[in-house]
């Protein structure tokens, strides 16, 4: 593969073993540590688990963003942001309610941009 795996990584697949993202069949970092996939870097749960039991302290994330800066963004992940920055939620153009209302949950009503930015700006109180 064409992956540049950082030296000290020995592919001891214990980042794999552990991600979350791995256990459900999918590519993440830790597939493209392993060399075992090359689209895995926008695939992750924030959990840092694989940084937690690595034994050689590989800098895993920066590794993934660094694999992030050559990828592309892939449709969704760039969709979610979009949504967020446009409409104040990840959803964007997506029924919402919709999708709830299929799995019999009932509608919700969700925050406009205006109350996001606030909750988003310190000075506000905010986050």
Known sequence: MGIDVPQECDQCMRCADCCIISKMDGHSIASELNELAEDGAWNCASCWRCIEVC?????????????????????????????????????????????????????????????????????????
């Open 55 to 127: 034994p050689q302290r590989v800098d895993i994330f920066g590794f993934m963003m660094r694999r992030r800066r050559e990828e592309e963004v892939p449709e969704l992940i760039r969709k979610g942001i979009e949504g967020v920055l446009n409409k104040g939620f990840w959803f964007g153009d997506i029924q919402f309610n919709e999708i709830r209302e299929s799995y019999g949950l009932s509608a919700v009503r969700l925050l406009g941009r205006e109350k996001v930015a606030v909750l988003m700006d310190e000075e506000e109180g905010g986050l």
